[in-house]
Structures are given as structure tokens and as C-alpha cells.
């Protein structure tokens, strides 16, 4: 157990429609990540908060990405007016030392 | 920018075989290295890691070392088991995306036949 859950873990959508997704760490940690994990290729870093704060975004956070984490502790990533590009498994992680441990991911699927 | 490179899968042995899973980076200034593997159905998990160079990171039977003259980090079991078959993303922090964001290679699959 990594000490972090995601929900969903599955999400069927129609192109054009909005999906969140939330990212829940067992326990406190200052920094929380997002990568997106295509198929057959390892994750891609797409976001980092520090506490409540985003302070990194990648260039594949396009403007219909956003993503918040309001009391420092859970965090949503929403992806609005979906496309079929956006199929991937959305994974989260926290930090413990240098270390980082992911949830078991959201698997979208967009049609 | 920093970047991982691994060898293409899938990769198919027999049990008990010897196994190597070539890693590779790019990377400015001194990244710590991981191996993490992700069991059909189940969600990424840490297998190893080195944070300096030289040290040997091991569990379960794998090891990997740290090279800083060849900027590897090489995955390798001396006899694998069917219960070892999954995908093995090698990754690097310390000088990624994101105050020690990860960056992956893509993977490689590992199959283990009886």
C-alpha cells in the first residue's frame, strides 16, 4: 500500500464532455505530483503542488487541464472539453524522502 | 533536457535465466535513479533505487548500479521467475520537471516462461 488512493479508477467519456479525477494521500505530505501515462510509454510529469500552491507545470498541461489542491491535502486534476488524445492512465504520487509512491491511477478513455 | 533511455521489450526468458535491463541517461547534475515495476493490473512500484554514484540499490533479487562514467543504471537478477514478468521503467529525479518531478524511460516488458 502506497498510502495514496485515486478515484475513479475508470472513466468512460464522449469526446467534448469535462472529467475530474481526485487524488487522495493517506496522510500529510507537502508535495503532491501528477504524471499521465500513455500506452506503452512511461509516465510524463504534467504537475507538482507545494501544499496548496501549483508551482510547476509542464508544457503537456494544456488550458483545458487544471488542476488544484485546495487544503494542501487532496488534489483534482479536471480536463475540460475532452479529446481522444487524452486517453491515458492519470497517475498521482507523493514524495517521502527522495522517493515518490503513485496511487493505482485513472484510466480514461475517451470516445 | 533529462531523458532515460531503455532497452526495447518485449524481453523473453526462461525461468532461472540471467536477466539485464540496459538503462541509460542524460542528465545535469547528479540525479538519483530508480527502477520501478508495474504488475499486470497493478498500480508503479519502487523496486530499487541509488542516489549517488557507485551505490548499488537491490531488492528482491535485483540489483543495479549506479555509473556515473557511463550514466547507467543497468537492472539485473541472476535467475528470474515466472512471478518477475512486468513492465520495468527505469527514471531519474533530482534534475527533472517539478523540484524532483521523475523522468521515465518508456519501459520494458519483461515476460517469464516456464
Not at chain 2, 524481453?11 to 515495476?37: D, R
Amino acid at each position: 500500500d502506497t498510502g495514496v488512493s485515486q478515484d475513479p479508477r475508470h472513466k468512460i467519456t464522449k469526446r467534448g464532455q469535462n472529467v475530474t479525477f481526485r487524488c487522495d494521500p493517506i496522510s500529510e505530505h507537502n508535495r503532491l505530483y501528477w504524471y499521465r501515462q500513455t500506452l506503452g510509454q512511461g509516465p510524463e510529469f504534467l504537475t507538482y503542488f507545494q501544499n496548496e500552491a501549483q508551482l510547476e507545470k509542464s508544457r503537456l498541461l494544456s488550458d483545458r487541464f487544471s488542476a488544484e489542491r485546495p487544503k494542501g491535502s487532496f488534489s483534482t486534476l479536471e480536463i475540460q472539453r475532452t479529446e481522444q488524445g487524452d486517453s491515458a492512465m492519470y497517475l498521482c504520487a507523493t514524495p517521502r524522502g527522495e522517493t515518490q509512491y503513485f496511487g493505482p491511477g485513472t484510466r480514461l478513455l475517451v470516445l | 533536457g533529462d531523458s532515460v533511455t531503455q532497452m526495447e521489450g518485449p524481453v523473453t526468458l526462461s525461468e532461472e535465466a540471467f536477466l539485464t535491463i540496459n538503462c541509460t541517461y542524460t542528465a545535469t547534475g547528479y540525479p538519483s535513479l530508480f527502477w520501478y515495476v508495474q504488475y499486470p493490473g497493478e498500480g508503479l512500484q519502487l523496486l530499487l533505487k541509488a542516489t549517488k554514484a557507485d551505490d548499488k540499490g537491490s531488492n528482491k533479487g535485483f540489483e543495479a548500479t549506479y555509473r556515473k562514467e557511463t550514466t547507467s543504471f543497468h537492472l539485473e537478477k541472476g535467475s528470474v521467475q515466472v512471478s518477475d514478468s512486468a513492465v520495468y521503467f527505469c527514471a531519474l529525479s533530482g534534475s527533472g520537471g517539478g523540484a524532483d518531478g521523475l523522468t521515465f524511460g518508456k519501459g520494458t516488458h519483461l515476460i517469464i516462461q516456464p
